[in-house]
């Protein structure tokens, strides 16, 4: 079975920065789409940013510039690297992983791609106060 596992959360203030790590296990081909979405108290689940396999990323407008999302295959890992983290910020980061081809992204065709069709880790907390 895939197994998605983040770490790297934690309690920051404004301003700082954090880098998220998910590793991923239990899976043989290629992985389409990578992404990482955050969900906060009261609010729908979002996405963050995406990475398909040809390196192309996406980015949400008010991550742009400040987070970047990068992937190291030889450690089957995902990250997310985040500057300059504002209170806003704040939620239950969780990575997803689409092991069949497709849409890739923000849109929403590729967000419904990953929500039903990606594999999700359990998330790591973020905290910006």
């Known amino acids: 079975d895939v197994q998605l596992v983040e770490s790297g959360g934690g309690s920051v203030e404004a301003g700082g920065s954090l880098r998220l790590s998910c590793a991923a296990s239990?899976?043989?081909?290629?992985?389409?789409?990578l992404g990482w979405f955050r969900q906060s108290p009261g609010k729908e689940r979002e996405g963050v940013a995406t990475?398909?396999?040809?390196?192309?990323?996406s980015y949400a407008d008010s991550v742009r510039d400040r987070f970047v999302i990068s992937e190291d295959n030889a450690k089957n890992t995902l990250y997310l690297q985040m500057n300059m983290l504002k209170i806003e910020d704040t939620g239950l980061y969780l990575c997803?992983?689409?092991?069949?081809?497709?849409?890739?992204?923000?849109?929403?065709?590729?967000?419904?791609?990953?929500?039903?069709?990606?594999?999700w880790g359990q998330g790591t907390q973020v905290t910006v106060s």
């Open positions: 997803v992983a689409r092991f069949a081809p497709g849409a890739c992204g923000l849109g929403a065709t590729a967000v419904q791609h990953l929500r039903f069709g990606g594999h």
């Open positions: 239990g899976y043989s081909g290629t992985a389409y789409c």
């Open positions: 990475i398909d396999n040809d390196g192309t990323t």
